[in-house]
């Protein structure tokens, strides 16, 4: 069974960092695997954040770039979101998952559940 679990989130002042980490089961995270890095805000589309592939990351939410920062560690099955000079705008609830049809379409305004994807964990940022 696939599993995806994300931690780090919290509430949070804006200009402050948080590290999300995601500890993935049920399949081996290696330098061929595709993770993303997604994010649901209250009443907005489900939306792709950042991809990684061979710790280097492919893709960028152009509201984030250069404030966030993914990675993976294959030797703890674990990808990581690193966020600094959070914005209020950044609140949301972050799901990891080993789907990258976002790069494709848009999800739609949930984002999705199932095997690869992960149960979410909420960031908000206060002004």
């Known amino acids: 069974e696939v599993q995806l679990v994300e931690s780090g989130g919290g509430s949070v002042q804006a200009g402050e960092s948080l590290r999300l980490s995601c500890k993935i089961s049920?399949?081996?995270?290696?330098?061929?695997?595709?993770m993303a890095w997604y994010r649901q805000a209250p009443g907005y589309e489900c939306e792709l954040v950042s991809t990684?592939?061979?710790?280097?990351?492919?893709y960028y939410l152009d509201s984030v770039k250069g404030r966030f920062t993914a990675s993976q560690d294959n030797a703890k099955n674990t990808v990581y979101l690193r966020m600094d000079r959070l914005k209020p705008e950044d609140t949301a609830v972050y799901f990891c998952?080993?789907?990258?049809?976002?790069?494709?379409?848009?999800?739609?305004?949930?984002?999705?559940?199932?095997?690869?994807w992960g149960q979410g964990t909420q960031v908000t940022v206060s002004k």
């Open positions: 990684i592939r061979n710790n280097i990351s492919q």
């Open positions: 998952a080993a789907d990258l049809r976002g790069l494709e379409y848009g999800l739609g305004t949930t984002c999705p559940s199932g095997d690869y």
């Open positions: 049920g399949f081996t995270l290696d330098d061929e695997s595709d």
